[in-house]
């Protein structure tokens, strides 16, 4: 489970500043995923978002443990051209389990994963099953209720 903010970059700054024809090579560097997975995962993964207030005298209503007002928000963002979030292997095949008794979805994104490619020409990409060598199994597919996306400039 992630229930933070999560993120990468290889840039000097996340932000294009108006004129980048003073900028070289080291401005410009490419991070890797701000998240990537390269094994199994039987417990699935989930990107969760804070519970719901719904009674005020129940501080963990989720019953996880953690005190509600104490849990964040996944948000998982890449600077540049690496996926924000990225599932393969380069050597084997994987495979991801459902992600819990209230889903039986092997990828459940309740927050955000986004990708920003920041500078003109820069591909960006918010989401990668694959395409690293080894086949992905995510069981049952994947659950969006939050939101995967990608910016390029």
């Known amino acids: 489970m992630i229930q933070g903010v999560v993120s990468s970059t290889g840039y000097r700054s996340t932000t294009a500043p108006s004129a980048t024809t003073g900028l070289d090579a ?33 501080k963990d209503e989720d019953k996880d443990g953690i005190e509600d ?15 924000a979030m990225a599932i393969g ?5 994987i495979v991801i389990g459902p992600a819990g008794a209230a889903t039986t979805h092997g990828l459940v994104v309740e927050g955000v994963i986004a990708g920003q490619g920041v500078y003109a020409g820069v591909n960006a990409t918010g989401l ?6 080894g086949a ?7 659950a969006v209720v939050g939101s995967v996306g990608a910016v390029s400039n």
């Open 89 to 93: 292997a380069t050597n084997r095949d």
């Open 136 to 142: 992905v199994t995510i069981t049952n597919g994947i």
């Open 26 to 58: 080291d401005d410009l560097l490419q991070g890797g995923p701000a998240v990537l997975i390269e094994g199994n995962v039987t417990g699935g993964i989930r990107l969760a978002v804070a519970p719901r207030d719904n009674n005020a005298a129940d």
């Open 128 to 133: 990668a099953i694959g395409g690293r060598g």
């Open 69 to 83: 007002a104490k849990e964040g928000n996944a948000a998982v963002t890449s600077f540049g051209a690496a996926p």
